[in-house]
């Protein structure tokens, strides 16, 4: 299993709607800040990269086929190298009003 789209869209901008919509059309776990939650043994693999270790996005991914939503969000130009046949997707909103 392979990274097949990467989201580039901050928080708050649809992303859990949009991990519903593509774990449907893509039949496969789509990343999002959730599983942070679900596991916090992602959490210094997430803290080693912001630092500048970028991992095996291949190896840490294996079993997404996507990545929306932070932490994913902001290494979107790193995923999208590694994942080069991925679109990357941005998701916007019109307001900051919740």
Do not use: N
């Not at 496969?28 to 991992?55: Q, S």
């Amino acid at each position: 299993m392979t990274v097949r789209l990467v989201g580039a869209g901050l928080p708050r901008t649809a992303t859990h709607s949009l991990k519903d919509a593509l774990q449907q059309l893509l039949g496969a776990p789509c990343y999002h800040m959730i599983e942070v939650f679900e596991h916090p043994e992602h959490v210094p693999t997430w803290h080693r990269a912001v630092k500048g270790e970028i991992p095996d996005w291949e190896g840490f991914l294996g079993g997404y086929e996507a990545a929306v939503d932070w932490p994913a969000s902001a290494f979107w130009r790193e995923l999208a190298a590694s994942f080069p046949d991925a679109p990357v997707l941005l998701s916007v909103r019109d307001t900051a009003e919740i």
